[in-house]
């Protein structure tokens, strides 16, 4: 009996290509999978990116689903969010073979059902681990047929009748994709709008020669920023390796938060939707849940993971959700998340005035952050406990456990500190009224965690 528990994570599945994942316990996920979404659905759509494993690794789980009598209709090539599109636009659920920001040895698989509803432990990826671990029952049946279809220019389409970028100035814009999906994606999305694209580490290649395809690490931003300051571009986006997050430089090469660009985002989706209702996570800065209020709108506060995002907009009936973690979700982009059409909102947006990217979004820039430290601990729950009780005992001081522990001080500062699902670490966020302030209570912190 195999044991999943090292692969099957709170929202995907993923592994060492060839130690943790192969193409027999593939298949035999593609056809649990397959009994998974057999009530609903006679069909699957499958996806997958540019790492060397994930052709093979696609193949053999479309084998295990047709196995099971269901039909696939594979896309080939993608980045995450195109196939969250082609399975909102055919109403299919979905699998997409990605390791999204992992090293090349790693692969994996997200899943989803029809309408690019998420599938995490609790709905269905359980289930599935526990009918690989058992043994998946063989089908006496029909095996089902695979056809292909090729969806980028459809989900291009789809993504430039959302956000209108033609009554733009022209803008010149370094797109880093970091060999990864956005090297496919962006030459089509971006054509034809008055946008000179600067591209950057567009050829696919899973081995990541230039750097890892994580823009949140600034390590892999650096070569972004260098070229956005000698192109005089007015702005850099920055893919991930399966391009479903973006993250944003200024003209200056200045990185701008995901926090200010959810807020920016936010406003222009409660333009067209007065007084609806926008999901942020519990890291976000405070100024996102202020803007929004300020503009009308109804914020919400949620834990952090996509799959607690999705639920809640599917709850409120929420016209946007932003991360920290530049995860941006869009109700009319089937409550999904796609860094590409946050891309296009900030373009648009920068291109309807005359200022630079900087001023544009330094409104809503209105603290300072310490950005995700993380810190090795022997007993996550110990350390925890040992932060909860040394700040419990302080005046003034609020302290909720929505996903963690969240501190909020008398002076405006807070900070979150969660412990990581899959490895020995804490996580700390940390934010205050300026940089010193900021220094001061991370110290506070650490020193106790890390005591």
Not at 4 to 28: C, N, T
Not at 196 to 221: C, Q, R, S, T, W
Not at 284 to 313: C, D, L, N, Q, Y
Not at 317 to 333: C, M, Q, V
Request: glycine share 10%; charged share 25%.
């Amino acid at each position: 009996m195999p044991d999943l528990s090292g692969i099957v994570k709170a929202y995907d599945i993923r592994g060492v290509v060839g130690e943790q994942l192969d193409a027999a316990l593939v298949r035999d996920l593609g056809s649990a999978f397959a009994l998974l979404i057999k009530p609903e659905s006679d069909s699957v759509v499958i996806g997958h990116d540019m790492r060397d494993s994930s052709p093979e690794l696609a193949t053999a789980f479309a084998d295990g689903v047709t196995s099971q009598g269901l039909d696939v209709v594979t896309i080939g090539l993608a980045s995450t969010d195109q196939l969250y599109f082609a399975s909102g636009s055919l109403n299919l659920p979905g699998a997409m073979f990605t390791a999204s920001h992992n090293p090349a040895k790693y692969n994996g698989i997200k899943l989803c059902r029809s309408g690019a509803a998420p599938v995490g432990q609790d709905s269905g990826l359980a289930e599935i681990r526990d009918t690989v671990e058992q043994g998946v029952p063989a089908f006496a049946g029909q095996r089902g047929s695979v056809t292909e279809k090729d969806v980028l220019a459809d989900y291009a389409a789809y993504l430039r009748k959302l956000v209108d970028l033609s009554g733009s100035r022209p803008l010149k814009v370094v797109v880093d994709a970091g060999n990864g999906m956005g090297g496919y994606t962006v030459p089509t999305v971006f054509a034809g709008l008055p946008i000179d694209v600067v591209p950057m580490y567009f050829e696919l290649d899973g081995n990541f020669p230039n750097h890892e395809a994580n823009p949140l690490d600034p390590k892999n931003i650096v070569d972004l920023q260098a070229k956005v300051r000698e192109e005089g571009a007015d702005a850099g986006l920055a893919f991930d390796g399966d391009a479903d997050r973006c993250f944003v430089v200024d003209e200056r090469g200045e990185p701008v938060s995901p926090s200010a660009i959810t807020a920016l985002v936010a406003i222009r989706e409660l333009e067209k939707e007065p007084g609806g209702t926008i999901i942020h996570n519990l890291i976000t800065s405070k100024g996102v849940p202020e803007i929004v209020a300020e503009h009308g709108g109804k914020p919400v506060r949620t834990r952090v993971g996509h799959s607690f995002i999705k639920a809640e907009m599917a709850k409120t009936g929420a016209i946007f959700g932003g991360e920290h973690s530049a995860h941006y979700y869009f109700r009319d982009f089937w409550r999904a998340d796609t860094g590409m059409l946050a891309a296009l909102h900030v373009l648009a947006a920068l291109g309807e005035q005359t200022g630079p990217l900087s001023e544009l979004t330094a409104e809503y820039s209105r603290y300072a952050a310490s950005g995700e430290i993380n810190s090795t601990v022997d007993d996550q729950v110990a350390r925890m406990l040992a932060v909860k009780d040394a700040f419990s005992a302080r005046d003034g001081v609020e302290i909720d456990e929505l996903d963690g522990l969240t501190v909020q001080l008398p002076g405006g500062g807070w900070f979150n500190l969660r412990p990581s699902n899959t490895e020995p670490l804490l996580r700390l966020n940390v934010e205050a009224a300026d940089a010193e302030a900021v220094r001061a209570l991370t110290e506070d912190v650490l020193a106790i965690v890390r005591g």
